[in-house]
């Protein structure tokens, strides 16, 4: 299993399951089947990605779609709270557990329009057409998404089976989530930059 190291792991016995929570700006990977893969979302995408002849997938995080600030020479040392980064270092971790480009499937949550403001409120509809386009530049087929409205969401994602499972959550949960995105987004505009789906 990759992960970032803010990941966290318990046990859910609703899913007879390991459980990885996937933080904002990070991603996981793994191709054992009792490993569920989970994040919550407001404004921010994750991407369900796996090459289901392998067995090997994983979910990344991310809140806005290009990183403009990576130098030319070294555009991965780039967080992984862009799209652009996030998307490839996905990418890539699978072709290294053995997943192959022309297997790929992707399934796309998240969105939403969930921040005030009116400029905050098109980040969710920026990321979904920046990793709709990276996509269909990639040639990696969209098995399902659930993607904008004004709710957030609570993904779980197995990629040994490639089921995932989309919670919307209620406006209490709507609120938390929105003020620890809005913190993290504050926090992206002042640090500088460090090296079918089921609806329940």
């Not at 990321?127 to 004004?150: A, Q, Y």
């Not at 959550?169 to 913190?183: G, K, P, Q």
Request: net charge positive; glycine share 12%; charged share 20%.
């Amino acid at each position: 299993m990759s992960a970032e190291p803010s990941s966290r792991r318990y046990f859910d016995p609703r899913f007879d399951a390991d459980i990885i929570t996937v933080p904002p700006g990070g991603h996981a990977i793994t191709a054992a089947p009792r490993e569920i893969l989970a994040t919550v979302l407001g404004s921010c995408v994750s991407v369900c990605m796996r090459d289901p002849q392998v067995g090997v997938g994983g979910i990344n995080h991310f809140l806005l779609p290009l990183n403009t600030e990576a130098t030319v020479a070294d555009p991965l040392h780039a967080a992984e709270r862009y799209g652009d980064t996030a998307m490839e270092i996905l990418i890539n971790g699978l072709f290294k557990q053995g997943a192959r480009r022309g297997h790929l499937e992707a399934k796309v949550v998240g969105g939403g329009r969930v921040l005030p403001g009116k400029s905050a409120l098109m980040i969710g509809d920026g990321n979904v057409s920046f990793v709709l386009g990276f996509l269909k530049r990639e040639n990696i087929p969209i098995v399902s998404k659930d993607v904008g409205g004004t709710q957030s969401r609570r993904l779980h994602y197995q990629p040994a089976t490639g089921r995932a499972w989309v919670r919307h959550l209620e406006t209490a949960s709507t609120r938390d989530n929105n003020r620890d995105e809005l913190a993290y987004l504050d926090r992206l505009q002042t640090k500088p930059i460090a090296g079918g789906v089921e609806i329940f």
